[in-house]
C-alpha cells in the first residue's frame, strides 16, 4: 500500500523545486541559443536564433524592462500566399481563436492581406497584425488604461479593465483589433480571451516571455520573419534594421510600429 | 421622538425574527454537521498546500489575484504564486464521467460559495474554468464533492493513477 | 418682471398615456439591452468593421441635443434676454434628461456594462473618451446646481454665476464629443479639427428642436398657451440662424476635405455614390433635418404656428439622426488605407466598403434612450414647479 498521501507531498515538492529551476532553466536556454547559431531540435526542425540577446527569458519575477524593445522584421519578398496562412494556422493554434465562418465578427489577430500594384501589376501578400507601436493610438485613445504597452513594447489589452467601447478599434490604423462577440470556454490558460472585450496580437507575450519566439515567426519560412530586441545592437533584428531597407506601414503617422517590413 | 421609539421598536422585533429564523435553521440540522443551506466546496487535490492559509484564502483570495493579474498582464511578471491558474490546478474536480467540470456545473469549486453569496464570478469569461485536459494538469484523481468514495486515503500499487504519479516523480512524463 | 412657475396638473389623459407609452418604450429598450449583454454583440448588426452602430449614434444624437436644449436658459441666464426665462428651468431639466437617455444607450451598448465601476474608478487622462465621461457627469451636477439657484430663492444671487457655468461647461462639452470623432489620424472620416464647431452648431439646432417639442406637448397636455406670438417669433428666427449655421459647416466641413486631394475617396463615398449614407446625406441630414424646416421657418406666419414649429422640429429630429448616422457610420465603413497605391484585399475585409444593417434590438434600444429622456422631463413637471404659467394675450 501506497500512502496518497506522501506521494502527493513528494509530487508537491518535486513541481516548487522545478519552479524555483525555472528561472536558472530559461536564462541556460537563451544561453544555449546564444551560443550557436541553430539548434536542433528533432529531424527536419531547426530553432534559429541569432546574437547574444535573443530572446533572453528574463527571470520569473522580474517585471519587462524598457532598456528592451520587441520588434518583428517581415520579409514580403519570402512569403507565399501558403506561407502567410501557415502562420495564420500556427497563430490561431498558438492562441485559440478559430474561423467560424462569419468573417465579419469572427476575430483576427493576425490575416493575410493581399496588395497589387496597380501600375505594375505585381502582386503579392503579406501577414498583418498589430503593428505594437511606440506610440499607439489605441493606448491614447482607452478610457480606461486598458489598451496599454508594456515597458518593453508590447502593445497588449488588459482585458480585466477592458469595458468594451471599441474606440481602440476606431483608432488603429492597422485594423489589428477585433471585438469578442460572443461567449467562448476553454481559451487557452496563457492566452485568456473573452466576451464583449477587445483582442488582438500579443506577440505571443507567454512565449516571448518565456524566452521563445512568437508562434507565427516559428511556422513563417527561414528568415522571412525575424523577431528580436530592437534596443540590443548585436541582435540579428537590430542589425538587420541597420543595414537593409525596411519599411513601416503607415510611415506618415509617425507611430514608430515594432513591425517593420521589408520589400513591399 | 415617537418616531425613533417606534424606529427601535421595529428593529428590535426585526432582529428578534431573524434570531429565531436562525435558531429553527440550526435545530432542523444534525447536531454537528454543516447545515446544508451552508456552502460546502470541494475540497483541493488531497497533499497540495496553498499559497497562503486557507481560511485566509477564502476571505481574500480576490485580493491577491487582482494583484497578481495587474502584475502578470501589465509588467509580465510570471510567477506561479497566487496566480488562478495555480488556484485551477489543485482545486479543478471532475465529475463521475472523469472530465474536468467547468463554472457552469455548479459542483465547480467556485461556484459553492459564490453561488451563496451572489457574487458574480468575473474571471471565467475569458479564462478557461478547468485545466487543459490534454496536459494532465490539475487534479489527477476523482475529487468529486457528492462522491464520498473518491477520496480514500490510500491506493494500490497497481493503480493506473499511482502509475502515471509515479512516472513523474521518476522524470519520465512532465 | 417676475416669472410664476408650477408643477403640472389638471392635464389632459392623454399626457397619461403618452407617459406610459414610453415607459413600455424604455422595458422594451432594456429588454433588447439585456438581450444584446447576454448573447454578446453577436446578435446585433454590429462587427469588427462597424463596431459603433446604431446605439452610438442614438446616444451620441441625445448627448449633442443635451447641451443645445440649455439653449433657452442660456439666453435668459447668460445673454439676459428675460423673455426666455419662462422656459429656463424646463430647458435645463430636458437638458439633464436628454444626457442621462443618451449616457443610458452609451453604456448599455458596452461590451461590458456591468463594468461601469471600472469606467469610473479607472481613468486614462490621455483619452478625449475618459474626458468625456467627466465632462458627462459634471454637466448634470452642474446643470443641476444651475437649477437650484433658479428654484431656491435663498440662492437666487448666485443664478447668472451657475448660468455662466453651465453655458462655458455646454460647449466644452460639446467640443468633447465631436473631438470624439475629431483627432482619430488614422480614419479619414474623423480626422477633421471642425467636428467640434459642427458638433456645438448641431447641438443647437437638435436641442432647440427637443426644447419645442416639449414646450408644445406640454401646451397640448394642459390646454393653455404657453407661447406668446412674440415668443414664437423669436423661435422661429433663432431656428432659422441655428440651421444656416449648421449647414455653413457642414459644408465647410465636406468642402474642406474635398480640396484635400487625399479624402476625395471618402467625399465621393458619402455625397455621391448612391450608398446609404448618400440618401441619408443629401436626403435626410440636408433636405429633411435643415431645408425643408427652413422653407417651412421662412414664413412668418406658418414658421411661428404651433403646426410650423413642431412640424420643423420633428423633421430636425430626423435629420439629426441622419446626420449622426453618415457621420458615425458611414466614416467607419469607408476603408482605412493600409498600403497607399495597392488594392488591398483580406479575410478582414481590408479595402472594402463595410456593411452595416443594424438590428432591432439595437434600434429599440436607441429609441428607449429617447424615452428614458422625454418620460424624465414629463415625469419632472408633475413633481416640481418647472413649468411656466399659462400666457394671457389672445
Known amino acids: 500500500m501506497i500512502s496518497l498521501k506522501n506521494l502527493m507531498n513528494e509530487i508537491h515538492q518535486k513541481a516548487e523545486k522545478e519552479a524555483e529551476n525555472n528561472a536558472e532553466e530559461t536564462s541556460r536556454r537563451a544561453f544555449v541559443k546564444g551560443s550557436a547559431a541553430a539548434v536542433a531540435l528533432a529531424p527536419g526542425m531547426m530553432l534559429f536564433a541569432y546574437g547574444s540577446k535573443e530572446a533572453a527569458a528574463r527571470p520569473l519575477a522580474e517585471a519587462a524592462s524598457d532598456k528592451t524593445r520587441w520588434g518583428l522584421l517581415i520579409d514580403a519578398a519570402k512569403f507565399n500566399d501558403e506561407d502567410v496562412d501557415r502562420c495564420v494556422r500556427a497563430c490561431q493554434k498558438e492562441n485559440g481563436w478559430q474561423d467560424n465562418g462569419r468573417p465579419k465578427t469572427d476575430a483576427q489577430w493576425i490575416r493575410r492581406v493581399n496588395l497589387h500594384n496597380k501600375k505594375t501589376k505585381e502582386s503579392f501578400s503579406l501577414p498583418m497584425m498589430c503593428q505594437h507601436c511606440d506610440e499607439p493610438p489605441c493606448v491614447d485613445v482607452c478610457p480606461t488604461g486598458a489598451s496599454m504597452k508594456r515597458k518593453d513594447g508590447i502593445v497588449l489589452v488588459d482585458k480585466h479593465i477592458c469595458i468594451g467601447c471599441r474606440y481602440c478599434m476606431m483608432a488603429c490604423p492597422y485594423k489589428a483589433r477585433s471585438f469578442v462577440h460572443e461567449h467562448l470556454e476553454d481559451q487557452k490558460d496563457y492566452a485568456p480571451r473573452g466576451i464583449g472585450t477587445v483582442e488582438s496580437c500579443t506577440m505571443c507575450v507567454h512565449r516571448v516571455d518565456d524566452g521563445r519566439q512568437p508562434a507565427c515567426v516559428e511556422a513563417a519560412p527561414p528568415g522571412a520573419m525575424v523577431f528580436g530586441d530592437l534596443n540590443e545592437p548585436t541582435s540579428k533584428l537590430a542589425q538587420l534594421v541597420r543595414t537593409v531597407a525596411t519599411q513601416q506601414v503607415r510611415a506618415d503617422l509617425n507611430l514608430d510600429p515594432g513591425v517593420r517590413y521589408r520589400n513591399i | 421622538m415617537k418616531t425613533v421609539f417606534n424606529l427601535k421598536k421595529h428593529l428590535v422585533a426585526l432582529f428578534a425574527v431573524l434570531l429565531l429564523g436562525t435558531g429553527l435553521q440550526l435545530t432542523i440540522d444534525p447536531a454537528g454537521a454543516q447545515p446544508a443551506w451552508m456552502p460546502s466546496p470541494p475540497k483541493a487535490l488531497p497533499g497540495t498546500k496553498c499559497d497562503a492559509d486557507p481560511k485566509w484564502m477564502r476571505t481574500w483570495h480576490m485580493r491577491k489575484l487582482d494583484h497578481k493579474r495587474d502584475q502578470t498582464v501589465r509588467d509580465g511578471i510570471r510567477t506561479k504564486k497566487f496566480s488562478l491558474k495555480r488556484c485551477i490546478t489543485c482545486h479543478a474536480v471532475k465529475d463521475e464521467s472523469g472530465k474536468f467540470l467547468t463554472v457552469k456545473d455548479e459542483r465547480h469549486f467556485c461556484r459553492s460559495c459564490h453561488d451563496y453569496t451572489a457574487v458574480r464570478i468575473d474571471c471565467f469569461d475569458c479564462h478557461a474554468s478547468r485545466p487543459d485536459s490534454k496536459k494532465g494538469q490539475g487534479a489527477m484523481l476523482k475529487n468529486n464533492p457528492h462522491d464520498k468514495t473518491g477520496r480514500s486515503s490510500s491506493l494500490k500499487p497497481g493503480d493506473k493513477t499511482v502509475a502515471s504519479l509515479q512516472k513523474y516523480l521518476a522524470g519520465e512524463t512532465k | ?394
Open chain 3, 1 to 394: 418682471m417676475a416669472e410664476t412657475f408650477r408643477q403640472l396638473r389638471n392635464y389632459d389623459n392623454k399626457f397619461n398615456i403618452l407617459l406610459l407609452l414610453h415607459v413600455a418604450m424604455i422595458a422594451i429598450g432594456l429588454g433588447a439591452a439585456c438581450y444584446m449583454e447576454h448573447n454578446g454583440h453577436i446578435v446585433t448588426g454590429m462587427n469588427n468593421q462597424v463596431v459603433w452602430g446604431l446605439p452610438h449614434v442614438f446616444a451620441v444624437f441625445l448627448i449633442v441635443s443635451a447641451s443645445g436644449a440649455l439653449n433657452l436658459a442660456s439666453a435668459s441666464s447668460v445673454f439676459s434676454k428675460l423673455d426666455y426665462k419662462r422656459f429656463a428651468r424646463l430647458s435645463a431639466i430636458l437638458a439633464i434628461a436628454l444626457l442621462v437617455g443618451g449616457l443610458a444607450v452609451l453604456l448599455l451598448d458596452l461590451g461590458r456594462p456591468d463594468r461601469l465601476i471600472v469606467a469610473m474608478t479607472y481613468y486614462n487622462f490621455q483619452s478625449i473618451f475618459a474626458w468625456n465621461i467627466i465632462l458627462y457627469t459634471g454637466f448634470i451636477t452642474i446643470v443641476g446646481v444651475y437649477l437650484w439657484t433658479m428654484m431656491d430663492k435663498t440662492v437666487t444671487k448666485y443664478n447668472k454665476y451657475a448660468g455662466w457655468a453651465a453655458f462655458i461647461w455646454r460647449i466644452i462639452l460639446t467640443t468633447g464629443t465631436g473631438s470624439i470623432f475629431g483627432f482619430l489620424v488614422a480614419r479619414e472620416a474623423y480626422d477633421a479639427a471642425i467636428m467640434a464647431p459642427l458638433f456645438i452648431s448641431s447641438s443647437f439646432v437638435y436641442g432647440m428642436a427637443f426644447t419645442i417639442w416639449v414646450i408644445i406637448t406640454m401646451c397640448q397636455a394642459t390646454g393653455q398657451r404657453l407661447l406668446t406670438s412674440a415668443i414664437s417669433e423669436k423661435l422661429r428666427v433663432l431656428m432659422i440662424i441655428f440651421l444656416a449655421a449648421m449647414l455653413y459647416f457642414t459644408a465647410v466641413h465636406h468642402l474642406t476635405n474635398l480640396y484635400a486631394a487625399e479624402h476625395i475617396g471618402l467625399e465621393r463615398f458619402i455625397l455621391c455614390s448612391g450608398s446609404e449614407f448618400t440618401w441619408l446625406f443629401w436626403g435626410g441630414h440636408v433636405l429633411i433635418g435643415a431645408v425643408l424646416p427652413m422653407l417651412i421657418l421662412s414664413n412668418a406666419e406658418r414658421g411661428s404656428s404651433h403646426f410650423g414649429l413642431i412640424s420643423s422640429s420633428v423633421m430636425m429630429i430626423i435629420g439629426g439622426i441622419s446626420h449622426m448616422y453618415v457621420i458615425i457610420v458611414g466614416g467607419q465603413s469607408y476603408p482605412l488605407s493600409l498600403f497607399p497605391g495597392y488594392e488591398v484585399s483580406s479575410s478582414f475585409q481590408d479595402g472594402q466598403f463595410a456593411h452595416y444593417m443594424p438590428s432591432m434590438p439595437e434600434l429599440l434600444l436607441g429609441l428607449a434612450g429617447i424615452s428614458i429622456a422625454m418620460f424624465m422631463t414629463g415625469f419632472a413637471m408633475k413633481l416640481l414647479p418647472f413649468l411656466p404659467t399659462p400666457v394671457k394675450e389672445q
